[in-house]
Nanobody, 119 residues
Framework: QVQLVESGGGLVQAGGSLRLSCAAS????????MGWFRQTPGRERELVAR????????YYVDSVKGRFTISTDNAKNTVYLQMNSLKPEDTAVYSC????????????WGQGTQVTVSS
């Protein structure tokens, strides 16, 4: 059974930092790209960052470039999202997801963790 378990969300003031973690189990970590999505009520879910461990490629949505960093700890099967210089518009539920490298859809999802940035 595949599980993705996020942690690290919370309340932070604008300009502050948070680090989200997503521990993956039940899958072969090296066969998947990992991503972080966020969603707020009334808006579509947005891919924030993605990392392809096999090719060390990363993607960031323009609004977080230079502020967020996605990384992995292969020994722990964990993906992180370091979020710096947070803004109120970063407030959302953040979820991690796993994408099998040969597919375009996202195969597994975590339950999500709330990030709230106060002004």
């Amino acid at each position: 059974q595949v599980q993705l378990v996020e942690s690290g969300g919370g309340l932070v003031q604008a300009g502050g930092s948070l680090r989200l973690s997503c521990a993956a189990s039940g899958l072969t970590f090296s066969n998947y790209a990992m991503g972080w999505f966020r969603q707020t009520p009334g808006r579509e879910r947005e891919l924030v960052a993605r990392i392809n461990r096999s090719y060390y490629g990363t993607y960031y949505v323009d609004s977080v470039k230079g502020r967020f960093t996605i990384s992995t700890d292969n020994a722990k099967n964990t993906v992180y999202l370091q979020m710096n210089s947070l803004k109120p518009e970063d407030t959302a539920v953040y979820s991690c997801a796993a994408q099998r490298l040969s597919q375009s859809n996202w195969n597994y999802w975590g339950q999500g963790t709330q990030v709230t940035v106060s002004s």
